[in-house]
């Protein structure tokens, strides 16, 4: 439930042909992409040195603690400090959306219904401190993931653990989560309240990188944590610069995903998007080695890279699975009537809202709620047929029937922030669409700092909201249980059921599917439900944003994970 | 002198009391909740709640502005989760977002802006005085109407696309600077100057235009004036006339309002840091309104009207010290 994205010590060789065999696969994964892109040809067994730039919007001012991150798949810097106990597929195209084991042996072994994981981690894991890494200090990062002095996180396992939603972390008086337990330093077991198949990707969340309890200083750990990916901080200024250099007690023998090329990674904090597309676009200098984790291409250099083949080479384009749609609080008038939520539906101008973004090369009209990049999870359906432009007839038509034969007038919140998702461009496109339908939009510009906080409050939310959604990893199950089920209704604030919709039989149906430790399995079950719940129009699916981004010249190896929709910098090299 | 320097420093005092009381107010008023943020999506009422107590929001807003008006003289205790910190005087508090000091922020920050100013300020002065001169020696000729028209014509263009245009001719056409970045003054001189060279301009490029104006207008309205008759009867040169006598007139001036200007570029230069990447109080400051940090808000607005006050005292002092006929009490 990533809303609006934006919008992230050294283990001697075990064996030589285990090393062998993952620069191999890496190099072979990446290469035989269609989205790989490079200056020359890349070879993951001689990538290594040089140093790696990296050109910032983000200013890390709330630093790198694992506990109060909020990454999809671990994100793209944090990865590179922390080893989780899962992990994303470092593999061009749909693969790179399948969790592959990390720290552990494999993805979780499932025991009474998938209510019960275990995982054993792999022999020779060391932090860059040169100490072993133990079951003990992934249930020690877990574990301070509840504290309040640490808030931030995802809830999933504040709602999945038993005793979890009691739990105060571990600096209070009651310091020990049961449900966690670690019978040996290199297994840890997870005893959750229900059965959820999806537990396997959200180890892969930073959460599940461990902590030592030794080194552990509260909220100031987010300037220096310890490291037990490839790299750890060399320096941290946060809101101008983050150096990282090798973490000498890792090796890819104990790594399967990471291949790490580069000797130094320099991350410039707080740059204006402006001048990362210029400073990409250019290449100039130490720019030819840059490479950005969080700034789409301007539509500027977008367009000047149709006449120039060499900008255009160095363009990678990917998606992030998310859906930006328009939201009915359906305990609201006029939404309550399914024949209004209809007409909206079909009065919908998704071109115009495509052309807002800045084109079909940067966003693609969506009628489904799961978007296409979700993998199995989506199955394609239109119920309310609005074509290119909208089909204002069948509006005016459906508003009759609902009683509405002149038309109405509502109001749409959204986010007053111009480069977000739900902001004010889309806003007026959608309010000349609805117009041609008789139908008035009176817009409501909502502060960009305080916008969640009144949508997702029960108790100030609009009847009508433009809103985005985005998978923390890339199943139906965390794409569609926030947003339907009704269990998940939160009175006061943190509410993402905006259509505060409850139904009991849908809700047995995402136990049954939580159950379900197959993924395909899985994923085609979520896309068949999504498909059922598409006929109640509790949404207006409008777009998916599609990433094109830029990298400097001699960046090889470069391209967009599918589980996030960025570069996966953990692969790239400037060799 | 001293009785002026004591009643402006009570009076500072009391100003910034004021501002930090009103900065407290607004944050109240105005929309939005930090603990809402710090808590993440999907955060319940209960786990809000928690959140708003280990921030010290859910105490009466006196309470707060009483401890963080006493952290500034008495220091203060804060608890980390493992276990507290103190925070010596004077404290600002810990900013919501990064748990680092105020006080650490604002001493990373002020030196960008100190060395944004430096150059800047000397740039300003030489081109809008020197041009300014240049055009009042022959006043409504074509240098007079050119140079006018030039500083007008730079002081008229936002300085975001002033910094854009430099950034585009000198770092990606001619490619002779490198992109910015701030390299501290005791970490490498050349690096730091040649890294600020295009913000310097930018900013002295804007700000020139009007020091040209007041230069030639001061400068023209001394010309006027019966001493300067009087030299031209003994016999000097129209350049000498000018350079060391019609410019003094201009003069009292152009301190009185550099000095301001100074205080407002050290107070944050809001764009120019961010075309430019430069982590000043400017960028400092919207960073931390975007996200409604407290602390921070509190601490860059403290540090900036006490900016102001000085450049504005300062600005009395050498007034006096350039116009004898005004004198401090």
């Known amino acids: ?575 | 002198m001293t009785a002026f320097l004591v009643r402006r420093l009570l009076a500072a005092a009391a100003v910034l009391l004021i501002v930090a009381a009103v900065v407290y107010g607004l944050f109240y008023l105005m929309p939005g909740d930090p603990a809402s943020l710090a808590c993440g999506k999907r955060c319940d009422a209960a786990e809000l709640a928690q959140v708003r107590q280990t921030m010290g929001l859910n105490r009466p807003v006196y309470e707060q502005f009483w401890t963080f008006i006493s952290s500034i003289f008495a220091g203060h205790a804060y608890d980390n989760g493992v276990g507290t910190v103190w925070c010596s005087a004077p404290c600002l508090g810990y900013s919501f977002q990064s748990d680092e000091p105020v006080t650490q922020l604002l001493t990373q920050a002020l030196p960008v802006d100190v060395s944004l100013v430096a150059g800047a300020a000397v740039l300003w002065l030489s081109l809008g005085i020197g041009f300014g001169l240049f055009a009042a020696m022959r006043p409504n000729g074509l240098r007079d109407k050119a140079t006018t028209f030039v500083g007008l014509a730079f002081g008229s263009v936002p300085i975001f696309i002033l910094a854009l245009l430099l950034l585009l001719l000198f770092c990606v056409w001619w490619q002779v600077l490198p992109f910015p970045t701030f390299v501290p003054f005791t970490q490498n001189v050349g690096q730091w100057a040649e890294n600020l060279l295009l913000p310097w301009f930018a900013i002295a490029l804007t700000f020139a235009g009007n020091y040209l104006r007041l230069t030639r207008a001061g400068v023209l309205e001394a010309l006027g004036q019966d001493h300067i008759r009087t030299l031209r009867a003994y016999g000097y040169t129209e350049r000498r006339i000018v350079a060391r006598h019609a410019v003094r007139g201009a003069l009292p001036t152009v301190a009185t309002i550099a000095a301001m200007d100074i205080g407002g570029v050290l107070a944050g230069a809001v764009f120019t840091e961010s075309m430019f990447g430069l982590p000043g109080l400017g960028k400092l400051m919207v960073d931390s309104a975007s996200t409604i940090d407290l602390p921070v808000i509190t601490g860059v607005t403290l540090l900036a009207s006490f900016l102001i006050i000085v450049a504005n005292t300062v600005a009395d002092l050498l007034y006096a010290v350039l116009d004898p006929r005004v004198r401090i009490s």
């Open chain 1, 1 to 575: 439930m990533f809303n609006n994205p934006l919008p992230a010590r050294r283990i001697k060789l075990a064996s030589l042909s285990a090393a062998a065999l993952l620069v191999g696969g890496l190099a072979a994964a990446c290469g035989g992409s269609s989205t790989t892109t490079g200056a020359t040809s890349f070879n993951a067994a001689s990538c290594t040195g040089g140093t790696l730039n990296v050109l910032d919007q983000s200013t890390e001012d709330t630093g790198l603690d694992p506990a109060v991150l909020y990454t999809s798949g671990g994100g793209a810097i944090p990865r590179l400090l922390f080893r989780t106990l899962t992990t994303r597929d470092t593999t061009a195209g749909a693969k790179g959306r399948t969790v592959v084991p990390d720290l552990a042996t494999d993805t979780g072994e499932a025991s009474e219904n998938a209510t019960v994981w275990t995982y054993h981690l792999k022999s020779g894991l060391k932090y860059a401190n040169g100490e072993a890494i133990t079951s003990a200090d992934i249930k020690y990062g877990i574990e301070r993931s509840f504290s309040s002095v640490l808030a931030g996180g995802p809830p999933y396992l504040r709602d999945w653990l038993v005793g979890g939603s009691t739990y105060q972390g571990p600096y209070g008086s009651d310091p020990d989560l049961a449900s966690i337990t670690t019978p040996n330093p290199t297994t840890i077991v997870f005893h959750l309240r229900k059965p959820e198949g999806d537990f396997p990707y959200l180890a892969a969340e930073t959460q599940f990188a461990p902590v030592p309890k030794a080194d552990d200083t509260g909220k100031n750990y987010n300037a220096d944590p310890v490291s037990s990916g490839p790299y750890t901080i060399q320096s941290f200024t946060k809101g101008k610069e983050l150096v990282l250099v090798r973490n000498t007690y890792w090796s890819r023998g104990t790594d399967s995903q990471r291949l790490a090329c580069p000797d130094k990674i320099d991350i410039s904090l707080g740059l204006s998007s402006t001048v990362i597309d210029q400073r990409l676009a250019s290449s100039i200098g130490q720019d030819a080695d840059a490479i950005t984790t969080d700034t789409d291409v301007d539509t500027a250099t977008l367009a000047k890279s149709a006449s120039q083949p060499s900008l255009k080479a160095r363009l990678t384009s990917g998606n992030f699975p998310d859906t930006t749609y328009l939201a009915f609080n359906t305990k609201a008038a006029p939404f309550d009537n399914q024949l209004v939520r209809e007409a909206f539906s079909y009065a919908v101008d998704r071109t115009s809202l495509v052309n807002a973004q800045g084109g079909s090369q940067l966003a693609t009209a969506l009628t489904t709620y799961d978007p296409p990049s979700i993998g199995g999870a989506y199955h394609p359906y239109d119920y309310f047929p609005a074509g290119a432009s909208g089909n204002a007839a069948k509006a005016k038509q459906l508003l009759a029937q609902a009683g509405y034969p002149d038309g109405l007038t509502v109001t749409l919140a959204y986010d007053s922030n111009g480069s977000s998702y739900d902001g004010p461009a889309n806003a007026a496109a959608l309010q000349q669409a609805l117009a041609k339908a008789g139908i008035t939009l009176k817009l409501d510009a909502i502060d960009d700092s305080n916008f969640d906080a009144v949508v997702t409050n029960t108790k100030t939310e609009p009847a009508l909201s433009l809103f985005s959604w985005g998978a923390d990893w890339p199943s139906g199950a965390p794409f569609l249980t926030p947003i339907f089920d009704g269990r998940d209704i939160v009175q006061g604030g943190g509410n993402f059921n905006l259509a505060q919709y409850s139904d009991p039989s849908v809700e047995a149906e995402i136990d049954k599917i939580n159950q379900i430790t197959d993924n395909s399995k899985a994923q085609a079950a979520w896309g068949d439900l999504d498909a059922q719940l598409g006929k109640l129009a509790l949404t207006v699916p409008l777009y998916t944003v599609n990433d094109v981004v830029l990298h400097g010249s001699n960046v090889k190896n470069t391209y967009v994970d599918q589980w996030r929709g960025w570069y996966d910098i953990s692969s790239v090299s400037v060799k």
